[in-house]
Nanobody, 128 residues
């Protein structure tokens, strides 16, 4: 049974930083697409950032470019989301997602139904 184990999240003031991590429980040599979506109350789930674990290529939502960085540790089957210069509008439940095996599609990376596995979510709250 594949599981995604998330950690990180919490409450910070605007301008602060947080780091999320997500570990794929099943070790695999395959290329995977892993990353993060978020959902704020009353809003649809949206893609934040994803990375292809083979090539390291990544995609970001325009709203987080220049502030968030996604990275990987393939030996640990883990991806990280470093979130800097956080804004109140970043407040949401953040969900780790994985497509395994697979690569992150440039055109459809932010389409949630293309991902096979999801974490339980971790809350990020940014106060002004």
């Amino acid at each position: 049974q594949v599981q995604l184990v998330e950690s990180g999240g919490g409450s910070v003031q605007a301008g602060g930083s947080l780091t999320l991590s997500c570990t794929l429980s099943t070790f695999t040599d395959s290329t995977n697409c892993m990353g993060w979506f978020r959902q704020a109350p009353g809003k649809e789930r949206e893609g934040v950032a994803v990375i292809s674990t083979g090539s390291g290529s990544s995609h970001y939502a325009d709203s987080v470019k220049g502030r968030f960085t996604i990275s990987q540790d393939n030996a640990k089957n883990t991806v990280y989301l470093q979130m800097n210069s956080l804004k109140p509008e970043d407040t949401a439940m953040y969900y780790c997602a994985a497509r395994t095996p697979g690569v992150c599609s440039g055109a459809y990376w932010d389409v949630s139904n293309r991902y096979d596995y999801w974490g339980h979510g971790t809350q990020v709250t940014v106060s002004s």
